[in-house]
């Protein structure tokens, strides 16, 4: 995959399938920034992609002060000299309906699922159109696309990052900049694992009755969700823009529950 000598940042790459990824984009030759706020994790990965031979170097940020969102940008211009790829995948989860939404979670899910997602593009198109390319990967989610009862924050937050894929695709095409989304189904996640925990009652019994609902019931592991953001972030997805590529073990295609 034509990915080698990149210069990547990648969000919420402490843990999950943004980890995934900046391991993945390492292993093919790309310098990749970490950035989360958990630090010791952050450096922790770096110093194992380092071991492995890649280049990779960590940069903490809280996403929800959006000053944070031009400094991570100029951090990896100034690091690697320039930025070809940005993947905004930081996210939160909050479970609820209209009713039961917190005033917080309802602020926190819109500031680092939507509002990061922007001021992180709009610092990285600057640089790309200066350079004259460049391409984003946002993560979505399957929930961006269908609704989920109990979501309401979350699939309001991943519908607004499938517009503002294609809308930034089309806004900037012309330049050579690509934008694309991955919508992930279910991942097994540290996310993930909240959500089931959240649930009560037996952990293991509560992911097998989630994984029997989807069609290859099994939840997706988040290497397997990398390598779609590899793809489009590649030269490899060189004509592809302004799409949503559906991760997600067959859910999409089903028109509702999916029984074993
Ligand atoms: N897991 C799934 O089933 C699933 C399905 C569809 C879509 N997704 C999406 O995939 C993306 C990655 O999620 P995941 O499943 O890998 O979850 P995860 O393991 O909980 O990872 C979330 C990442 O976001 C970062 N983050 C959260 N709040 C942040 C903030 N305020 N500032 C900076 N970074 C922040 C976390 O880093 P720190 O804690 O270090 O700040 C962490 O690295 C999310 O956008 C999620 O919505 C997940």
């Known amino acids: 995959m034509s990915i080698q000598g990149k210069s990547v940042l990648v969000t919420g790459s402490t843990t999950g399938i943004g980890e995934a990824s900046a391991r993945a984009f390492a292993a093919q030759g790309a310098r990749v920034l970490v950035t989360g706020r958990n630090e010791e994790r952050g450096r922790a990965i770096c110093a194992e992609i380092e071991a492995d031979g890649g280049i990779a170097a960590f940069c903490q940020a809280d996403l929800s002060d959006r000053a944070q969102c031009d400094r991570l940008v100029s951090e990896t211009v100034q690091r690697f000299g320039r930025l070809d790829v940005l993947v905004n995948n930081a996210g939160v989860l909050h ?42 990967v946002n993560t979505a989610s399957e929930w961006g696309l269908n609704g989920e009862p109990g979501f309401v924050a979350y699939c309001a937050s991943k519908g607004a990052v499938v517009q503002m894929t294609r809308c930034m695709a089309l806004d900037h095409a012309a330049e050579g900049i690509r934008v694309n989304a991955v919508c992930p189904g279910e991942t097994h996640t540290e996310m993930l694992d909240r959500m089931l925990q959240d649930q009560g009652g037996d952990f293991d019994e509560n992911l097998r009755n989630f994984a029997a609902g989807i069609p290859m019931r099994r939840v997706a592991t988040p290497e397997e969700i990398a390598r779609s953001i590899l793809f489009l972030a ?27």
Do not use: H
């Open 95 to 136: 479970e609820g309906t209209a009713l039961t939404t917190s005033d917080y979670a309802w602020d926190e899910t819109l500031t680092v699922n939507v509002s990061s997602v922007f001021f992180m593009s709009r610092a990285a198109l600057k640089q790309m159109s200066a350079q004259g390319s460049g391409c984003i």
């Open 234 to 260: 590649s030269d490899d997805a060189s004509y592809v823009t302004g799409t949503t590529l559906v991760v997600d073990g067959g859910n999409d295609a089903t028109a509702g529950a999916y029984g074993p």
